[in-house]
């Protein structure tokens, strides 16, 4: 078997798919010589550019997911009162957030350079995403509303209105 269409001049990969090369970390595009990755399961192996291109995509944004989960975790804390459904959450989020690690960690376990990068670059997106710039902190719901409503303020060339303080 050497993986995608058996009409092509050149197949993408060799081998009915791999887990974790053990040839080392190496490039899969235009390597027609490498074995063909399994994502995760042995019924996902990425033997073609489309499928490649679609478990990268897929974990460029798993990683997104995990760091919006921390980002929720660190949001909803305060927001939830203190007691049991607090702590369910809290525990649910942070095993969502564990079971994504590992299968993370998996995949950069296949020594694909193309996947490993997916998994860095969906984790630096999701950073950029979820914490503040300026302060290093996660970035709250509020700040979020309050820089949306100030940006739309100044494009109608508002003044921006204090609160009271009471």
């Not at 690690?101 to 995949?107: A, E, I």
Request: net charge negative.
């Amino acid at each position: 078997n050497h993986g995608g269409d058996e009409s092509m001049s050149t197949p993408f990969c060799v081998g009915s798919g791999v887990t974790m090369s053990m040839f080392g970390l190496g490039a899969s595009f235009n390597n027609p010589d490498r074995e063909c990755v399994n994502l995760i399961f042995s019924e996902w192996t990425l033997d073609s550019e489309g499928k490649f291109a679609a478990g990268m995509i897929g974990v460029f944004f798993l990683s997104i997911l995990t760091e919006a989960i921390t980002f929720g975790q660190r949001a909803l804390y305060h927001k939830l009162q203190p007691g049991q459904q607090r702590h369910m959450i809290m525990t649910s989020m942070y095993a969502c957030q564990v079971l994504f690690g590992f299968v993370l960690m998996l995949v950069v376990m296949s020594y694909s350079i193309e996947l490993l990068f997916s998994v860095v670059a969906g984790f630096a997106a999701g950073y950029v995403a979820f914490v503040d710039d300026e302060s290093g902190k996660p970035k709250s719901f509020d700040s979020c509303h309050k820089n949306h409503v100030s940006a739309t303020r100044e494009a109608r060339d508002e003044p921006e209105i204090e609160p009271s303080k009471v």
